[in-house]
């Protein structure tokens, strides 16, 4: 490189891991801190400079998330789902109405927090708690977004959930956190009738004109959503499927999102195939197939 070059190579240091860590651990209770925190300008870039920091690139990772590292991040995250649930359990608090759209306020910038949450989890391979914390609050959720009676209240608040609820049915949608099928029909009948509504009325608003930033969400989530009904239904037991199906059917002169056709189909399939077989067991056996269940 020639000898102008090496006054530079010379001041060259190998990165000190320590201090590393010392700044991701700092950076990392920013990013998580209360969203009453009067840091909340601060978070967004130190929540970008964790990912980076954990993300493998061209280069390795700045910091490899070890055991310590991922205690504490699971103890942060812990922390802010406390205050997401309290948020949660305060707005629904007929005691604390005079408070009630500043908490909502609040709320918003705390999904923002869980999305990104969601993101780091997801390349630790750590989605369990909060997937489990999520399906226990679900319809408590739903009930806030049901009180909220400001407009754009009702639409912040909606697309902060929606982004959440798609890395948390992606989660369950890939296996990488299982659900009893109890909970996993629950979040379908939860989530499913309140992601189409949104789907809906986000549509609308662009219909009309109202031309806004944040009523863009990215195509590829409402995909993957779509995708993750379809795959978590076809893992429900098949009179569970037909019931969904069966509603799905009934509204789609009303709503066509999320298109749950593969679903159908898959159903019908299963469903003729299993009649089949019960009809060669019947005829082995000397019964009759006059009542079945096809399996999922």
């Known amino acids: 490189m020639g000898p102008e070059a090496e006054p530079i190579l010379a001041r060259l240091q190998p990165v000190n891991s320590s201090l ?31 990912e980076y920091m ?38 629904l608090d007929p005691l604390h109405l005079d408070g009630k759209a500043r908490n909502v306020q609040v709320l918003v910038f705390c999904l923002t927090d869980l999305a990104w949450t969601c993101r ?27 009180q909220t009676s400001v407009a754009s209240e009702i639409i912040d608040t909606r697309i902060g959930i929606i982004e959440v609820v798609a890395k948390v049915l992606e989660a369950i949608k890939h296996g990488s956190v299982i659900l ?36 863009k969400i990215d195509s590829d989530i409402w995909e993957l959503l779509e995708s993750a009904f379809v795959s978590i239904i076809l893992a429900l037991p098949s009179g569970e499927q037909a019931e969904i199906i069966t509603e799905w059917l009934q509204n789609q002169h009303v709503i066509r999102y999320p298109d749950l056709t593969e679903a159908f189909e898959v159903w019908c399939y299963r469903s003729k195939v299993a009649k089949r077989r019960l009809s060669v067991v019947g005829d082995n056996h000397g019964t009759t197939a006059a009542s079945f269940q096809p399996s999922a």
């Open 20 to 50: 590393v860590r010392q700044i991701f651990l700092s950076a990392l209770r920013l990013a998580t801190s209360s969203p009453f925190s009067n840091l909340n300008d601060l978070k967004p870039s130190a929540q970008e400079q964790l």
């Open 54 to 91: 954990l993300t493998e690139d061209d280069d390795a990772p700045l910091l490899m998330a070890d055991a310590e590292i991922k205690l504490e991040i699971n103890e942060c995250v812990k922390s802010l789902l406390q205050t997401f649930n309290n948020l949660l359990d305060t707005i």
């Open 120 to 146: 780091i989890l997801k390349r630790l391979e750590s989605m369990k708690e909060f997937v489990s914390n999520w399906v226990g609050a679900s319809d408590k959720i739903v009930q806030v977004v049901e």
């Open 180 to 215: 009893q099928t109890s909970k996993r029909l629950h979040m379908v009948k939860v989530w499913l009738p309140f992601v189409r509504t949104t789907k809906s009325l986000i549509d609308s608003l662009a219909n009309n004109g109202v031309d806004d930033l944040k009523l």
